[in-house]
């Protein structure tokens, strides 16, 4: 069982159908749009639509451009989608594990949106650094969860 430290949930019901938000979160040339830690810079080049397995770089910032790339490690057509994301090439096997999950439910008036932070996949040398931004992490959410509504309610 994941220390609780390690996985904070955020949760907002919104108004449409857990079709468009689904497609919205599986295309990850669209990640930008709905970042709301305002570190996703775009998808690299030939991204297509998420699916189990899926492999997929993004181009970051925070501070210092940097890039990670993601694995689909659970797909559920428009239910729950989840990736782990590590850095590239050799530097991945130290740096990044964290797991972003997002589950939908239908609900009346529309969608609960669950989205995740887990960090119990970790690397050991980053899990220390990346623990602290918890709280960061669940604002960041929070704000992630506001775009998705913004972008589907257009």
Known sequence: MPDERDVVTVERVIPAPPEKIFDLIADPDRHREIDGS?????????????????????????????????????FEENR???????????????????IWRYELEPVDGGTLVRETWDISEESALSKPVVRRDANAARKNMTASLENIERIVST
């Open 38 to 74: 305002g570190s996703v810079v775009g998808a690299k080049q030939g991204s297509q639509r998420l699916s189990l397995g899926s492999k997929f770089g993004m181009s970051m910032r925070i501070g210092v451009p940097y890039s990670m790339v993601s694995t689909v490690i659970e």
């Open 80 to 98: 729950r989608l989840a990736w782990q994301t590590r850095g590239p090439g050799r530097i991945g096997a130290r740096v990044g594990g964290r």
